[in-house]
């Protein structure tokens, strides 16, 4: 899978610099034609250039230069220890499916601030919130967070105001307005998902997965960067019928998926990677939709 990725970057590189040079003589021949006065050319071809070198730094080299350090820097072996302690699914993985692993959490860690308010950061924490993001992409390698820049860290829990405290509510929720392409997490609630124990939450997985389903421009509960368009109809056929069993009792999903279809797809998603024994057991026919949207080999 690494040499995916170097394949990958390595045909972006050439394609990029062939692509700018393409516009480059493109532009500087449409210059030649258009242009009364030397002035003129010298400008139009000067500003023209200065948007294509900066269009590929921006799109093509920064990329691919974060990636080519990514790929030439080792995976500490202290952070590995940390995964294998505490990470279930990363202790599942073959040698090369954990290497895989670990690269795409040294990319995530590269391209997004994790900032604690109010509490310091560590390295564990960090790891279990990129591995909270890795998670359900696992199977997709070309897919990147581009909608969010910044993940905050509060101490507890908080509420709509962000203050914090044992007594708000909110856990973790993804920013818009002035907090836009931001997340918040409760520190204390993502190390509670980490305890060495099977359990059916993730607060950080949760809030990874509204990202995931906002992806397509809808939050509805339809992750269509991810899911065949010839399973959304029973999908939604499926989810109906399972918040239907949560509100009479008959579900042990997390009855704050009652919520609407977004909420039901991140708790959901919350117990199926956190818990996928159980989930299978429990809920064979749902696990079979999440298995084919997350493409995730079936256990059991």
């Known amino acids: 899978m690494n040499r995916y990725y170097k394949n990958k970057y390595n045909k972006k590189n050439l394609t990029g610099v062939a692509v700018s040079l393409f516009l480059?003589?493109?532009f500087v021949f449409i210059a030649i034609i258009t242009a009364e006065t030397r002035k003129q050319f010298i400008l139009i071809v000067m500003s023209t250039l200065s948007l294509i070198a900066l269009g590929y730094y921006l799109l093509s080299y920064l990329p691919v230069r974060k990636?080519?350090?990514v790929l030439n820097t080792p995976f500490p072996k202290k952070w590995k220890e940390i995964l294998l302690k505490n990470i279930e699914f990363y202790r599942e993985l073959s040698d090369e499916e954990k290497e895989y692993f670990e690269k795409r959490i040294q990319y995530f860690?590269?391209?997004k601030k994790i900032t604690g308010v109010g509490t310091d950061v560590d390295d564990k924490l960090k790891l279990l919130i990129a591995a909270s993001a890795i998670m359900p992409v696992f199977a997709f390698p070309e897919f990147e967070y581009t909608n969010?820049?910044?993940i905050l860290v509060y101490?507890?829990?908080f509420?709509?105001?962000?203050?914090?405290g044992n007594e708000k509510r909110i856990l973790g929720m993804v920013g818009d307005g002035a907090m836009n392409r931001m997340m918040i997490l409760s520190k204390k609630d993502i190390l509670s998902s980490f305890l060495g124990k099977r359990t059916t939450e993730n607060v950080a997985l949760h809030e990874f997965v509204h990202l995931i389903d906002k992806m397509d421009g809808a939050v509805d509960g339809i992750p269509g960067i991810l899911i065949n368009k010839a399973y959304t109809l029973p999908w939604l056929k499926e989810l109906k019928k399972e918040i239907s069993k949560i509100k009479h009792g008959k579900s042990d999903i997390n009855?704050?998926?009652t919520t609407n279809k977004s909420e039901f797809l991140a708790v959901a998603s919350e117990y199926f990677f956190m818990s996928p024994i159980?989930?299978?057991?429990?809920?064979?026919?749902l696990y079979i939709y999440f298995s084919k949207v997350y493409r995730r080999k079936v256990v059991g």
């Open 24 to 26: 480059a003589i493109f």
């Open 67 to 69: 990636w080519k350090e």
């Open 109 to 111: 860690l590269k391209t």
């Open 148 to 150: 969010i820049d910044e």
């Open 155 to 157: 101490p507890e829990s």
């Open 159 to 164: 509420d709509e105001e962000y203050n914090s």
């Open 255 to 257: 009855p704050y998926g």
């Open 278 to 285: 159980e989930f299978k057991k429990n809920h064979p026919e």
